[in-house]
């Protein structure tokens, strides 16, 4: 994202204390709100530029087409535009995204795609297969993260459906305990409490679902403070929530203390262990000091981890679980007198892509036990690497203890600079703020020979050489609007041209 010179000068001359304020009385005022309307106008002219320039040309279309485009002629086409935008993610040069990628299993999941790609779940007489497969990547999962999936005891088993993704199980299991405690009862504004490093679909699951999420600042290893956690909570509250790990530092959160907390107030928990699911059991049978983040504290009422991602199933699929029944029916959404008939779901989806059930159950038990353990050691051993060259350059210090996701900030060369640097060279980072800082989420694709060795040759070459001119259309001014002016709306402005940018044929 791009973003021209007389908008930083414009936004550099308002005073950051005054600019939040000002943010909204601007626009009104006669020249400057015309300069700041035109200077969004012509941002978002550059932001469709730059998405254009990147799109590709091949059978572009914008309309039905009258005759039918051969089959063949597609084949080839979409094989031409994977060939070209795969090399980056399959040498490693890209943060979490793909996270197995090894072709055998890419085609073995392909093949299941292929057999199942017209089931749904919602008609389990026609597909019972496909119910079957859902039910036991829920156990199976539910007893990797402690619970005991089998268990008659309604209140203690612990139990889940599958969902699209991360967010979708985080935004569920808000619904859950917002269901739940209507039932009992609790009217008026509910509230979650958050650590500030929880990822935004707790944000986007609260506005959706009108509960407030109050946010509470991490301390300077990234991790959530216990004790400005236990001020935050209100008589509002109905769950709490930790990270194991947190997208933007890799830090476990105290959730022994935490959900200690929320059991002793009788409230939910939720840990979030969308990244850390099928990564933190193996690393402790590993030997890693893996503090108890899951079902085994009898204070985690509920807890998210993405299949889709260290689970090495295909995109779209995350498990959401529950200890006890009563809170995945509070998942439930059952409509018994409409007009179609009898109508229920697990979720907020009707119709649901068997096909993802079927690849995440195959990609499970393909993996099996030994598969997941092999993986973590990889990943675990070029994460050790990593960090220690990121800690070798002068300038960088790595942020709090992280085991696979690695953030680096820098006192000494911005950050972000590096970060433009390193697209340059090839790579796909994460840039983060608060403070500023970027990531590098290990995968097994940066396992392969000579991954780290590069990355940490570029890394090397890109804190040199941001010291210099900075990169033509870098990231680097936008971070820094984003973080040196409180200037959100403006940013979110952009953002959403970005967006537009991006939607628009
Ligand atoms: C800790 C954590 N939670 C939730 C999510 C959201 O997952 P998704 O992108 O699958 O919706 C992510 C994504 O990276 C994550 O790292």
Redesign the pocket.
Known sequence: MKLSQTAQDLLARIPPGVATRLEGVLEKVPGVGQKVRAEKKKIALELKHGVEKQRPKELTMSALPQKPVDGATVLSTLKALTERESPKWREGKVS?GVYHGDPAHLRLLDEVYALFSQTNPLHADVWPSVARFESEIVAMTAQLLGGDPRSTDDANVVCGTLSS????S?MLAVKSYREHARSRGRRGRLSLVVPASA?P?FDKAGHTLEVDVIRVPVGSDGRANVKAMKAALRRSTIAMVG?AP??PHGVIDPIEELSELARARRIGFHT?A??GGFVLPFARELGYPVPRFDFSLPGVTSM?A?T??FGYAAKGS?VVLYRGRALRRSQYFITPDWSGGLYATPGFAGSRPGALVASAWAALVTTGKKGYLDATRAVLETAAKVRDAIRAIPELEVVGDPLWVIAFRSRKVDVYRVLDEMTARGWSLNGLQKPAAVHLCVTLRHTQPGVAERFAEDLRASVEAAKGAPVEGGMAPVYGLASSLPFKGLVGDLLAAYLDALHDP
Do not use: R, V
């Not at 993704?165 to 979708?168: A, D, Q, S, V």
């Open positions: 979490g993704g991360g967010t979708e985080i990822h679909a990270s947190s997208f979030d969308c990244l998210s993405d889709h991602k995350s």
